[in-house]
């Protein structure tokens, strides 16, 4: 064994006064520091970090004390805990495992009915003012918020108590940042969004149906590395990650430029791989790194795997008409795209520039840059 692959052990030494440190937490886990390198140089380039931080990164890890993580899922599926727990080890994602210290998560955690409650309760007390609250799930409102409830409260009840003590909030999926399918028309329980209650304490929303885990762990690496929350977008999404579209770093963009598009999901044009967007792919209006990133440790991404985007991490998205309908054309960029190839690559030319159009001017109108304005 040499020095790379020594088990990282490092005395305690950062800000976060939380449990132990997460160099103590990897030396437990006998994960060699080669690993943990290679785990920082893959962070900070999701991050769209400069070449060479990636050892700062790894350092300010290593003496990072774990903060406590309470986690609540409220109206939901289960689909963002499953999509991070689901991951293959050792990888990216579930890394955020050795990162954290997870004191309350419903589905995850051992303990049930009061003694599960009193782990929430410990964590609130013992770390008021520094833990972490995770959200998945939107908020039902209509009703008192009868629909659903966690040791006889309400999700709203809940929020309100738990944000209290937050240093920070991340809401995970697009339910917990945007309402998600739940907040679809015509919504029953009136859906809402974390951030649509909790006002006064910084959130970060993660999005995706589910998100990608990978972008959920960069994120708890950026805060315990840099003690606070990456620069966001205007809906709140961390910029490193929701940047730019799907079609931005799409690989079957150079045929969407060169105007050749499937017309079915089995004509010559799919075989090909040609752009999906004439079948309805939302990738134009879509902010997130799955094309990048990718899933399943970098295997692949539904473009990849012959669909087109859904526009999942988007606001409304579930109510932006057909998933298989093209995007139509936005009025305004029209003047750019002529002489556009065919119709089709017009459109989509337009719609992609209306995006980034929209992105540059101001928040207000860049908060209205969703699939559902683009498509008025
Ligand atoms: Fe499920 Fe999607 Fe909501 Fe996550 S964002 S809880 S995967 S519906
Ligand atoms: Fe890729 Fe969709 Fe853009 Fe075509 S429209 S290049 S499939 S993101
Ligand atoms: Fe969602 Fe589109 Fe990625 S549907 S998973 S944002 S490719």
Not at 32 to 58: D, E, N, V, Y
Not at 139 to 162: F, Q
Not at 185 to 201: E, L, M, R, W
């Amino acid at each position: 064994m040499n020095d790379h692959d020594a088990p990282i052990h490092e005395k305690n030494s950062h800000e976060f006064p939380i449990h132990e440190t997460l160099g103590d937490s990897l030396a437990q886990q006998g994960i060699s520091r080669r690993a943990f390198l290679k785990f920082c140089t893959a962070m900070a380039s999701l991050m769209a970090l400069p070449p060479g931080t990636a050892t700062a990164i790894a350092e300010a890890l290593v003496k990072a004390k774990r903060p406590s993580v309470i986690w609540l899922s409220f109206q939901e599926c289960t689909g963002c805990t499953e999509s991070l727990t689901r991951s293959y080890s050792p990888t990216l994602e579930n890394m955020i495992f050795n990162m954290i210290s997870l004191d309350y998560h419903h589905t995850l955690q051992a303990a049930s009915g009061y003694g599960a409650e009193k782990s929430r309760e410990d964590a609130m007390k013992n770390f008021f003012g520094k833990y972490l609250l995770v959200v998945d799930g939107s908020i039902p409102m209509n009703n008192g918020g009868v629909y659903s409830t966690i040791a006889g409260r309400t999700n709203l009840d809940l929020l309100h108590e738990v944000a209290k003590g937050a240093a920070a909030i991340i809401a995970v999926g697009t339910c917990a940042s945007f309402g998600g399918i739940p907040n679809a028309k015509p919504n029953p329980t009136g859906a809402v969004a974390v951030s649509d209650i909790i006002k006064d304490k910084p959130i970060i929303n993660i999005s995706g149906c589910p998100p990608i885990p990978a972008v959920i762990t960069g994120v708890l690496a950026h805060y315990l590395t840099f003690g606070g929350l990456p620069e966001l977008d205007d809906l709140g999404r961390p910029k490193s990650f929701y940047g730019e579209t799907i079609h931005d770093r799409c690989y079957r963009r150079p045929f969407y430029d060169q105007g050749k598009f499937a017309k079915t999901f089995d004509d010559e044009g799919a075989r090909n791989g040609w752009c999906l967007f004439e079948l309805g792919c939302k990738g134009p209006v879509t902010h997130n790194a799955c094309a990048t990133t990718k899933w399943n440790g970098g295997t692949s991404f539904p473009i990849e795997s012959g669909h087109g985007c859904l526009g999942c991490s988007e606001p409304h998205f579930w109510d932006a008409g057909s998933f298989y309908s093209a995007l139509s054309m936005p009025a305004s960029p029209l003047k750019y795209v002529a002489g556009a190839a065919v119709a089709g690559a017009a459109a989509g030319v337009a719609v992609s520039i209306g995006n980034r159009i929209k992105k540059g001017t101001a928040k207000s109108a860049h908060q209205k840059a969703t699939i559902e304005d683009l498509e008025k």
